[in-house]
């Protein structure tokens, strides 16, 4: 059982180049978030999923995009990166229904030159 | 929305010592609020959470308390040791909604 975990560890982009991060989850959770954790901001959101094919906005959902075609993924799209989006991006899942505990995953650093 | 607010951003405590980290919440549905802590390199971990319908939950050398008419809760850790040396986060969240609000973190230094 290795719970959530995420693809790649360390990432460097130019400024327009593109990317997909990628999370997966193998205890069947529902639910499938992506934050970005930035120094003295804390975790801030940017999309999440309730199930399977769908997906919703987060806090911080500029410049982002997301899919969750399987249950047990779900990725996080740069379609044009900019140095703003440098960040350590974090992946969570939970169990459907009422607020419970987030799983983490161990963490994508990513530098936008 | 919700909205957490976390103090103290830093807390340094000598081993043996107890620390506290407070976090303040506006929305009164609120009825869960966990605890995470973040050691360096990896992602966040539940430690603790407690439900609106009690005030308090220990385990071990960790307590968090629950204020709801003040609308605060609090993170207790006795007799520290340098291995809960971390970064922690508050988070708020209530029935119907599908994410957490997290405060902004604290990090706690325990000095050997």
């Known amino acids: 059982n290795a719970g959530v975990t995420q693809t790649p560890k360390f990432r460097v982009l130019k400024t327009g180049q593109s990317m997909t991060l990628l999370c997966a989850q193998d205890?069947?959770?529902?639910?499938m978030y992506w934050y970005r954790q930035d120094p003295g901001m804390g975790l801030r959101l940017i999309h999440y999923s309730v199930g399977e094919g769908t997906t919703a906005k987060g806090e911080v959902p500029d410049g982002y995009n997301v899919s969750r075609l399987k249950k047990q993924n779900f990725l996080l799209g740069l379609e044009s990166a900019a140095p703003s989006q440098t960040s350590v991006y974090f992946c969570?899942?939970?169990?459907?229904?009422?607020?419970?505990?987030?799983?983490f995953g161990p963490g994508t650093r990513l530098t936008v030159l | 929305g919700e909205n957490v607010e976390q103090h103290p951003s830093t807390l340094s405590v000598q081993e043996g010592d107890s620390a506290v980290i407070k976090c303040t919440y506006s929305?009164?549905?609120?009825?869960?609020f966990p605890w995470y802590k973040q050691e360096l390199g990896k992602g966040p971990q539940l430690i603790i959470d407690?439900?609106?319908?009690?005030g308090e939950k220990k385990d071990q050398r960790i307590a968090v308390t629950l204020n709801k008419t003040a609308k605060h809760f609090s993170l207790h850790i006795t007799e520290t040791q340098p291995e809960d040396s971390a970064v922690y986060f508050c988070?708020?969240?209530?029935?119907?909604?599908?994410?957490?609000?997290f405060g902004t973190g604290t990090r706690l230094t325990v000095i050997p």
């Open positions: 988070a708020a969240s209530k029935a119907g909604a599908n994410n957490l609000f």
């Open positions: 969570a899942s939970r169990i459907a229904g009422v607020p419970d505990t987030q799983y």
């Open positions: 407690i439900r609106s319908n009690v």
């Open positions: 929305d009164s549905a609120s009825n869960y």
């Open positions: 205890m069947n959770h529902e639910y």
